[in-house]
């Protein structure tokens, strides 16, 4: 006879699946909305009505809460695109965690890419663009919403020198932090002196969310 207890995590595993699923989809759509600009559209895929809604990227800053988030996104996702810039992020070895109360996840993806930069003269500059990003998502409203989104930038460099010989693009540019951000939490590209020290970390089974998993990409005790 099929016990109960096994008819429940049955269907909790068929959950998680299609949670999964739902979830791979969901930020698949906001990276191709990242790619092409479509700030609104990239905005539509985080819960910006959620207590704690984040976005940090690379040394540019942790952006906390609705207004932040709106901001950095319709700034830099919706400037008005240039002749022959590009950038294109892939999601690649998606490691996703659903909670048991199926109510959030904690996902990692690598993502490779590459870009082209307008120039003053001449061609674009044909760049790399690797990174890391981790994400938090959340149930609400029956659909899964971005709740806080890290991107751990690993190389950024000119295509032809390679991610050795160009170090320009290593951190950011010399002008003033937004007024609308928080001090980095970690930015650690590579570079020919540094050392990779294994962040972020990959998500692992988890019950529930509570604030202390809040940042467990940063959690070297929990690598891998």
């Given at each position: 006879?099929?016990?109960?207890?096994?008819?429940?995590?049955?269907?909790?595993?068929?959950?998680?699946?299609?949670?999964?699923?739902?979830?791979?989809?969901?930020?698949?759509?906001?990276?191709?909305?990242?790619n092409f600009r479509q700030a609104e559209k990239l905005?539509?895929?985080?819960?910006?009505?959620?207590?704690?809604?984040?976005?940090?990227?690379?040394?540019?800053?942790?952006?906390?809460?609705?207004?932040?988030?709106?901001?950095?996104?319709?700034?830099?996702?919706?400037?008005?695109?240039?002749?022959?810039?590009?950038?294109?992020?892939?999601?690649?070895?998606?490691?996703?965690?659903?909670?048991?109360?199926?109510?959030?996840?904690?996902?990692?993806?690598?993502?490779?890419?590459?870009?082209?930069?307008?120039?003053?003269?001449?061609?674009?500059?044909?760049?790399?663009?690797?990174?890391?990003?981790?994400?938090?998502?959340?149930?609400?409203?029956?659909?899964?919403?971005?709740?806080?989104?890290?991107?751990?930038?690993?190389?950024?460099?000119?295509?032809?020198?390679?991610?050795?010989?160009?170090?320009?693009?290593?951190?950011?540019?010399?002008?003033?932090?937004?007024?609308?951000?928080?001090?980095?939490?970690?930015?650690?590209?590579?570079?020919?002196?540094?050392?990779?020290?294994?962040?972020?970390?990959a998500p692992r089974p988890y019950e529930t969310y509570?604030?202390?998993?809040?940042?467990?990409?940063?959690?070297?005790?929990?690598?891998?």
């Amino acid at each position: 006879m099929i016990t109960m207890e096994r008819k429940e995590n049955l269907l909790r595993a068929m959950q998680k699946l299609e949670a999964y699923r739902l979830i791979q989809n969901q930020m698949g759509r906001a990276v191709a909305a990242f790619n092409f600009r479509q700030a609104e559209k990239l905005l539509s895929f985080f819960a910006l009505d959620q207590e704690g809604v984040a976005l940090e990227y690379c040394d540019e800053g942790l952006f906390d809460g609705r207004e932040a988030v709106e901001t950095i996104i319709r700034e830099v996702v919706g400037a008005e695109p240039k002749p022959g810039e590009m950038l294109d992020m892939q999601l690649t070895t998606p490691m996703i965690e659903i909670a048991d109360d199926l109510k959030t996840a904690k996902c990692l993806w690598w993502m490779p890419g590459a870009g082209a930069i307008p120039q003053s003269e001449g061609d674009p500059m044909a760049i790399w663009a690797w990174g890391e990003l981790a994400v938090d998502f959340i149930q609400v409203d029956g659909q899964w919403k971005i709740w806080h989104l890290h991107y751990f930038r690993f190389t950024k460099c000119d295509y032809h020198k390679g991610w050795v010989d160009d170090t320009s693009m290593v951190n950011r540019l010399q002008v003033p932090v937004h007024p609308l951000s928080k001090p980095s939490t970690y930015h650690n590209p590579y570079t020919p002196w540094s050392i990779r020290d294994g962040l972020p970390c990959a998500p692992r089974p988890y019950e529930t969310y509570t604030d202390k998993d809040r940042f467990w990409e940063l959690d070297r005790n929990k690598n891998w």
